[in-house]
């Protein structure tokens, strides 16, 4: 017995479905859950400075890493005066010391044309690129921590009801075809 109803439209949307519940799972993977489980940040950036790799709205997830461990070339997040919010994400030019031998961190923007005037002490690192994601600190910096963590939840529910509804129509499904097949042997 052969289903009518799988033709070209139920195969698209049926690859519709798959792309939008595969790419919110993603999402929310690579925004909340890897950084959550690999101790990282994500932050989002907002200024055209770190142009072309990081242009603004890209997400990136930072490490936590010891001062110590940075050089010349690492992208890292700090904050502009230590113990407040605001950070901002550099590329570390030099690393030199003080008078007094401790560190002291150059940072440029790679669209900038100078490094930026306050050298970067230790205690205001708050991490180095881990990785990357062009957009998604749009939809970071639209949800709070709140609603990430309910967008997680949604994700992971309708993950898991599509993989019973699925379960249950293939169940469904061959318990018509043996109906079929005994109605049609007696």
Known sequence: MKDETIGPLWWTTRLFVWLVILGAGAAVC??????????????TILTGSMTPECPPGTLVVMKPISARDVSAGDVITYQLDSGKGAVVTHRVAAVGS????????????????????ELVRPVQ????????????GYVNTAMTGNQRQIATYGVVSVLLLYAAYM??????????E?????????
């Open 98 to 117: 003080n008078l007094k031998g401790e560190t002291r961190l150059t940072t440029q923007g790679d669209a900038n044309e100078i490094p930026d005037s």
């Open 125 to 136: 690192v708050q991490g180095k690129l881990w990785y990357s994601v062009p957009y998604l």
């Open 178 to 186: 043996r109906v079929a097949e005994g109605v049609s042997r007696s």
């Open 30 to 43: 690579v925004a909340v859950i890897v950084p959550r489980l690999g101790g990282a940040t994500p932050y």
């Open 167 to 176: 379960f249950t129509s293939a169940v469904r499904d061959r318990r018509r």
